[in-house]
């Protein structure tokens, strides 16, 4: 965190990102719902466009007070599926490991938005982590391990360095994946001894890099992203579909050839998920599924990410784009989830 970081509607204000009148109202959702943006963002954001795809995904708004009726406070199921504070063990070969609980932004969309922030789970503890890695080392079935949060890359390369090598030294993780926003909101982070901090010796590490626009892709973005990649790390990409910010096809386009111009492979465009106040970003999935066919017809088949729903009640991940859902005469979708079983979704 810097001076020039905003984490308050005051602040916001100052900035000209919001106006008195609407800071107002906004106190209320700022109470609930963490708030920061750093100066890489708050430099892209045109103050002058009212639908500036960037302010959008991280300036709060009144629309979060609305709660509807389908939404719910941890909407894939984590807690469901945690054995030990810090571990979601939803699928067989793969665990989450929350490794911290803040982030450097806080999206607007977030689905773990009541869990992250200062006023959230906290930041596990010593001794809460050690349980978190002797679960892994407990359970031979583990290939993969998953650092979230919050947001991993907010760690120093120090303590980042303790949770790789204690990674290491656990035979049967064979793979590192890292989910982070720094490399764009904060692309000073990356530094070389960060990079060399995620190296985990023996095992192959790849780091997801969230981003939802085009214009997030900034030179400096870049710069960080091949600091990563030369240092041995694999890229891949998620990004979440999101109404006003990139629902048309040349906002997809734009964002995916920039990824792989970039090094980094699309991997998951996924569909918001039920997160409270979240509800004015939601396209049909409908929508969804004809901006996929209009990217297929667009772009090169290096540039295609799988378009992906988040089931509720902790369910897991099914791709939307391959015949896996329909619509039955109550309204809702009938989903097949990754065990063949049919699910409901409003």
């Not at 789970?121 to 809460?128: F, I, Q, S």
């Not at 049967?172 to 530094?191: A, M, N, W, Y």
């Not at 995916?256 to 049909?284: I, N, Q, W």
């Not at 309204?331 to 699910?343: C, F, K, L, Q």
Request: charged residues 25%; proline residues 6%.
């Amino acid at each position: 965190m810097t001076d020039r970081d905003i984490r308050s509607v005051d602040a916001l204000v100052k900035s000209g990102l919001t106006s008195k009148a609407s800071g107002d109202v906004l106190g209320t959702v700022a109470a609930r719902y963490a708030v920061a943006i750093t100066p890489a963002m708050i430099e892209l954001i045109d103050k002058s466009a009212p639908d500036d795809p960037i302010a959008a995904q991280f300036v709060p708004t009144a629309a979060e007070l609305l709660t509807t009726p389908d939404e719910l406070a941890d909407p894939i199921g984590d807690e469901a599926h945690s054995p030990v504070k810090c571990i979601v063990h939803r699928y067989p070969d793969r665990v989450l490991l929350k490794a911290v609980g803040v982030c450097p932004v806080y999206c607007r969309f977030c689905f773990r938005r009541e869990m992250v922030g200062p006023d959230g789970d906290g930041n596990p503890t010593a001794d809460e982590l050690e349980s978190a890695l002797a679960y892994i080392a407990s359970h031979d079935e583990i290939w993969e391990v998953i650092l979230t949060g919050g947001d991993p890359l907010v760690l120093s390369p120090r303590r980042m360095r303790q949770i790789t090598h204690a990674l290491a030294a656990i035979p049967h993780v064979k793979i590192l994946r890292i989910h982070s926003r720094v490399p764009v909101v904060s692309p000073e982070k990356v530094t070389d001894e960060l990079a060399d901090a995620l190296n985990a010796s023996g095992k192959t590490v790849y780091l997801a890099l969230h981003a939802n626009h085009a214009r997030e892709m900034t030179e400096q973005a870049r710069a960080a992203c091949a600091r990563l990649i030369d240092a041995g790390i694999v890229m891949v990409s998620q990004s979440v579909l999101l109404k006003g910010i990139n629902d048309n096809v040349e906002a997809l386009a734009s964002l995916m050839r920039a990824f792989v111009e970039t090094r980094v492979k699309p991997y998951y465009l996924h569909h918001p998920d039920l997160a409270p106040g979240t509800s004015h970003f939601r396209l049909t999935i409908a929508e969804g599924q004809a901006l996929m066919r209009a990217l297929r017809a667009r772009v090169s088949g290096l540039c295609l990410p799988a378009y992906i729903l988040d089931l509720p009640g902790g369910y897991g991940k099914v791709a939307i784009g391959e015949g896996n859902l329909s619509a039955t005469e109550s309204s809702n979708y009938s989903v097949i989830d990754r065990e063949g079983r049919t699910r409901s979704y409003p």
